[in-house]
């Protein structure tokens, strides 16, 4: 009798597991697909959570044949586990509402795991009492949680990513089915014949489905893109995508345009050398984020730091910037010169840690579309830049667009000053990306000065490929605000307007 429960905890040991690993990969689709990771995250993890509420509420009319029931929901729960990025991929193809069928995935596949539990508590109190049964029931299902976190945040995502993941989640529930078939097979009444051809049939859909995935993702990941892709990669932290038409490349981030290299010397020449040249000198300089080395490309072209340290989150754009063939030419293997440092970490945890002072920083980070986004621009992190200056030190952040996304320029341009420095505005239409906008800071430097200290700077004399002394001129002078910023708020880690002012946008003009 004993082995017979432990063949049942087993099993929800392994749906456990399976479970929140499922859970997961939805969250990691919806955040690629909608965008903004803090709000997909919590809506699908709450939605699958209401869904197995439900399915354990269904579970009370389930009251004959509990063990072949469990078993038909085990198979069922592996075949939508084992598609559910292909159908999300395919789906996007054929329609734009992608996010129907995400959540709709998930209250599935969260009504089949709330079915399971209580399924497994009724048929194991025949051998055991209630409360050593409730006990192990539920200890086993939160123990395969743990595990399942795990293999997803240290396997599953950096290494089998959102392709292969799902069809070894899928794997597992059959496994479980068909242990299940076995170690108890006297327990069950439905004809053997029926259980047998419906796991042959199962086998083979999600085997068949495993051989063909890559080319289903990347069927369904083209219809994203306009032009063809030549690279894709789904990192621990993102998915990184690169397409090509003609002789061009975009670099995109989660399906967010990060550069062309139609244009992107209009965007990197703006952010670096305004900066640049209000620092005076430049030896030591930090870049958040850019990490695909344009940034470090542009300091080492024209000028001769003793150090640059570039701090990007995920080690696989780093490593693209250096190993790719595409980025080494992009950025003159900036990222292999041998005054580059490169860190993989969260840049505003980096500053909080460094004592080191830099002559310029340069701040290349997202765009601030949710909450983990937006402390990058907030008072907090301003402030740390400020603590990471010396002296005479410049910092340069873009910030989004002044045209498309008015009052989150004017946010991040306010949260600047919040922090104590005194700002000057930039701005620059780069055509893949439409108008963009920049702020420069500086402790020392009225804003009055800094515009004087550029426009009396020779912009001329240097192999630029678009600044010039006129297009300082144009980048510096605006015409009148875009927005009204009556009772503009600061962006604060406690209070991160900003997302709001970022989502009170004009892209879709764009």
């Known amino acids: 009798m004993q082995k017979k429960s432990n063949i049942l905890k087993y099993a929800l040991f392994a749906t456990g597991l399976s479970g929140i690993v499922a859970e ?17 995250w919590t809506l699908i993890l709450s939605f699958m959570l209401f869904s197995m509420g439900l399915g354990s509420s269904l579970s009370r009319f389930i009251k004959r044949n509990l063990i072949d029931k469990f078993i038909f929901i085990e198979f069922l729960l592996s075949l939508l586990a084992a598609f559910s990025t292909s159908l999300a991929y395919t789906f996007s193809v054929y329609t734009e509402v992608r996010g129907i069928i995400i959540y709709s995935l998930a209250i599935l596949i969260g009504i089949l795991i709330g079915l399971e539990i209580p399924l497994v508590t009724r048929i194991n109190e025949q051998f055991e009492e209630l409360r050593v049964n409730i006990a192990n029931v539920l200890e086993k299902d939160y123990y395969g949680s743990l595990l399942g976190g795990l293999f997803f945040a240290f396997v599953g995502l950096p290494y089998l990513g959102l392709t292969y993941t799902p069809f070894i989640l899928g794997m597992v529930n059959f496994l479980v089915a068909v242990m299940l078939y076995i170690r108890l097979k006297p327990l069950f009444s439905i004809n053997k014949n029926i259980i ?23 069927y369904g990941e083209q219809a994203k893109y306009a032009d063809k892709i030549v690279y894709s990669e789904q990192s621990r932290y993102q ?17 967010n345009q990060q550069l062309s290299t139609f244009d992107e010397w209009l965007y990197h020449e703006p ?12 030896k030591d300089v930090l870049i958040l984020g850019g990490g695909d080395g344009c940034a470090a490309r542009e300091i080492f072209e024209h000028y001769n730091p003793q150090s640059v340290t570039v701090v990007d989150l995920d080690p696989a754009v780093t490593r693209l910037a250096q190993t790719n063939e595409i980025f080494r030419k992009l950025n003159k293997d900036a990222m292999l010169d041998k005054r580059v440092k490169i860190v993989n970490a969260d840049a505003y945890n980096f500053l909080e840690e460094s004592d080191f002072k830099y002559d310029l920083i340069i701040s290349d980070l997202p765009d601030p579309k949710s909450a983990d986004l937006s402390r990058l621009f907030s008072r907090e992190f301003f402030n740390l830049c400020r603590k990471n200056l010396k002296i005479n ?3 340069v952040t873009q910030a989004t667009s002044p045209l498309y996304s008015p ?13 104590g420095f005194r700002t000057l505005k930039l701005h620059n239409n780069v055509p893949t990306m439409g108008e963009w906008g920049w702020v420069a800071g500086s402790v020392n430097s009225s804003s009055d000065m800094m515009r004087k200290d550029l426009l009396s700077s020779d912009f001329e004399s240097r192999s630029f490929r678009f600044l010039n002394n006129s297009a300082i001129r144009m980048m510096i002078n605006r015409g009148k605000q875009m927005a009204d910023t009556t009772g503009l708020k600061v962006n604060t880690l406690t209070d991160p307007v900003l997302v709001k002012y970022y989502d009170d946008k004009f892209w879709e003009v764009y």
């Open 239 to 255: 998915k990184l995508v690169v397409t090509q038409w003609n002789d061009y490349y975009w670099f995109y981030i989660n399906g």
């Open 271 to 282: 952010l670096v050398h305004p900066a640049a040249a209000l620092c005076g000198e430049v």
């Open 196 to 218: 047998m051809v419906s796991a042959a049939a199962v086998l083979i859909i999600i085997s068949t489905g495993a051989v063909f995935a890559k080319e289903i993702i990347l």
């Open 393 to 395: 030190g410049v910092l």
């Open 407 to 419: 009052m989150a320029f004017e946010c991040i341009n306010k949260s600047m000053e919040a922090a």
């Open 24 to 40: 997961y990969i939805l969250s990691t689709l919806a955040t690629y697909f909608l965008g903004d990771s803090i709000m997909q």
